[in-house]
């Protein structure tokens, strides 16, 4: 009788120890992916504001959001950069969520995670042939890709 | 965002005119004069699915405002919270407390920044004021870090904290201002986010909410302005932005020399490839960007290169092509990535890591001069992992901070800082020494010893400064699911 209790108290505490490792297991990795969650969310963007565009353009926009990042006028995580009212026209209409990012949108996000950036440090992108606000035109236009242009 | 609010309207909507429908076709069939009775039944209808429209509607609208009603009296909060807390900083005698202080300024600073960033208002009338908490915020947190390493805060630092604090209370006025309004239940957010997506300049004198809302921020962006520069040791301190860089020298080339050079420069032969300047690039390190498009059927790949206008540096380099799935791994991409390193004339550069990302590997290499790793002085390469061909290849770093260096001789030996280390780490490779990046405003370098170790089975690289003996940086290995390499 006891030799069975034991029996019991042997599995289930393995059991119980096999599925406490499973779980730090997944927690760890779930920590270990953090970056993806921004990879992602890059990609999602550069595939709705850059789609059509050469890789260079897409690299470019990617690396617009980390300089945003990194900038003091502007939120400080990719999320709050994304998200920001007004900011992005794709993300006021919803587009970055009907759309899924190509593999291409998807390196061109990994490389500008890389440090890759064909903007030089640029924090604006516009389309100049579009209907833009004025101000935009007084910053300092750093470079033109594709349709896009460039600005700090 | 009034798109958005639409889509969900209609979605509701949908469901109203089914029903509306289905009571029509079961009335149609009794009635004698039945076209007059459809007509009624299907007015009804239309008005009882507009009316499921608009309410859908108006508590969506309500909510998104709520949302921002939040953030703004959070910000509220958050700025009065940085208000007081720098006034506490200033009247702490301990150091205790004054770290306690200061920290708060920093949590409720960056707040304060992520709140005032996600109220709809025109990026334009924020920035200022975005910069400002952010840049209050790392100040506070570098001085708390001073203070905790029981160095005396400069008078420089002193006034800084005191003219931080005036300002901050004078944003603290100028939200209570528009605190009125919103508590009043006045102000319309849908409206405002409509009206700064449009762009529209505030009319003079008009006093409806859009206007109020972005009036009241301009102002209180405008009072931030007058606050001088800031310059401090800190990531978003203003030097950092003015640096200048160091590694680009040489005579100024023009551009048929930049194509030249971009066509030797690629590591496959270009000689047959259409080379055209496709625009100039104004950056602190201005260059021409030269395209390399190939032959038709010559089954070789387009470039593009930024080579610099002065000294005729390659910047970046970018080959694009699709990759086949892995065939190679990452010693052998290590290998080809020297190979075309040496073959560029970039001598004296070693490998420090290497990470596998999709089908790529990408390999910072950095400067070593008399054993020392020049950390600042990087270029980057990626290498397909289908064939080893280079795909890209960044310098930015490199040409930003590299110059002739007199390295100093560390006045602590290996042995001394190694007595620095946390017992909790376990040192597994010999220590070496290097230049890494700090953000201080005398120099933006500083010789550490570098050791690499292992904690609760985590990969770590601690620096510690081979002049001070201060613990400079600790840095932690993220193993990211594909391969990595550190060398």
Redesign the interface.
């Known amino acids: 009788m006891s030799s069975t209790t034991k029996r019991m108290l042997i599995v289930g505490s393995t059991v119980f120890a096999l599925v406490a490792v499973v779980m730090v297991a997944v927690v760890l ?1 779930g920590d ?4 993806a969650g921004d990879a992602n969310l890059l990609a999602r963007l550069v595939a709705a504001e850059a789609d059509g565009e ?3 353009g897409m ?1 470019a926009v990617a690396s617009v959001m980390l300089n945003r990042v990194e ?7 990719v999320s ?1 950069v994304i ?5 992005f026209e794709s993300v ?3 587009l970055i969520w009907r759309r899924s990012p190509s593999r291409q949108a ?2 061109a996000a ?2 500008a995670l ?5 903007s ?2 640029c924090l604006f992108f516009w389309n100049p042939s579009k209907p833009v ?1 004025g ?1 935009i035109w007084s910053r ?6 594709g349709k896009h242009v460039f600005a ?1 | ?1 009034a ?2 609010v639409n ?1 969900a309207g209609e979605n509701v909507g949908a469901v109203g005119e089914g029903t509306g429908e289905a009571g029509t076709a079961r009335s149609g069939g009794t009635a004698a004069n039945w076209p007059g009775a459809l007509l009624v039944l299907l007015l009804i209808a239309s008005l009882v699915f507009g009316y499921a429209q608009w309410t859908a509607r108006r508590r969506l609208e309500v909510a998104v405002g709520n949302q921002y009603f939040s953030s703004f009296f959070d910000l509220l909060g958050n700025v009065d919270n940085v208000r007081v807390a720098l006034s506490k900083s200033l009247v702490s005698g301990s150091p205790r407390l004054r770290v306690g202080a200061l920290s708060d300024v920093w949590r409720e600073a ?1 707040n304060a ?2 709140n005032l ?8 009338v924020l ?2 004021t ?2 400002f908490l ?2 209050v915020g ?1 100040f506070a947190f570098v001085t708390a870090r001073k203070v905790a390493n029981q160095q005396m805060m400069s008078d420089d630092d002193w006034d800084r904290l005191v003219k931080m604090k005036e300002q901050s209370e004078d944003l603290a006025k100028g939200l209570a201002g528009m605190e009125a309004e919103a508590s009043s239940g006045r102000i319309n957010w849908v409206r405002v ?1 409509e009206q ?2 449009k ?1 529209v300049p505030a009319k003079a004198g008009s006093k409806s909410t859009p206007e109020v809302v972005t009036d009241g921020f301009t102002k209180v962006d405008e009072s931030v302005q007058q606050f001088p520069t800031l310059i401090y040791d800190g990531p ?1 301190s203003d030097h950092i932005e003015a640096r200048k860089p160091v590694g680009v020298t040489g005579a100024p080339i023009d551009s048929t020399r930049a194509i030249e050079i971009a066509r030797k420069f690629v590591p496959f032969d270009a000689s047959a490839h259409t080379g055209k300047i496709e ?7 201005p260059a021409y ?1 030269v395209s390399l498009e190939a032959p038709k059927k010559s089954g070789k790949p387009d470039a ?1 290169v ?1 080579v610099t206008k002065t000294g005729g540096h390659v910047v ?1 380099m ?1 080959i ?1 092509r699709d990759i086949d799935p892995k065939k190679i791994d990452l010693e052998a991409a290590v290998a080809r990535a020297n190979v075309f390193l040496s073959k560029i004339g970039m001598t004296s550069m070693k490998p420090t890591f290497a990470s596998e ?2 089908d ?1 590997a ?1 390999i910072p290499f950095v400067w070593v001069q008399d054993g020392v790793y020049v950390y600042p002085d990087m270029v ?1 390469v ?1 290498v397909a992992l289908d064939n080893g061909d280079i795909l ?1 290849y ?1 310098s ?2 490199f040409l930003t901070s590299h110059h002739a260096r007199k390295l100093s001789k560390p006045s602590i030996e290996a042995d001394e800082a190694k007595e620095l280390l946390s017992p909790a780490l376990t040192v597994s490779a010999p220590p070496r020494l290097a230049v890494i990046p700090v953000e201080t405003v005398d120099t933006p370098e500083a010789l550490c010893w570098e050791f690499r170790g292992t904690s609760f089975g985590e990969d770590f690289f601690v620096y510690i400064d081979a002049a001070s003996g201060v613990e400079e940086k600790v840095l932690q290995l ?4 594909e391969g990595s390499l550190t060398m």
Do not use: C
């Open positions: 990795r270990a992916q953090g970056r050469p890789y260079q690299v900038s003091a006028k502007f939120p400080n995580t709050g998200f920001q009212p007004g900011a006021s209409n919803g998807v390196s990994r490389d890389n440090g890759y950036d064909p030089y440090g606000s101000w300092t236009i750093a470079v033109r890709i700090r | 965002m798109d958005e889509n960056s920044q992520a960033n996600s109220l709809p208002v025109t990026h334009k920035a200022k975005s910069a952010t840049q790392d986010a700064a997506n762009e978003f625009g100039e690039v104004d950056s602190k390190i960007r593009i930024d970046l970018n694009a990302v999709g790529v990408v980057k990626k890209s960044d930015l770093g993220i193993k990211t699911s």
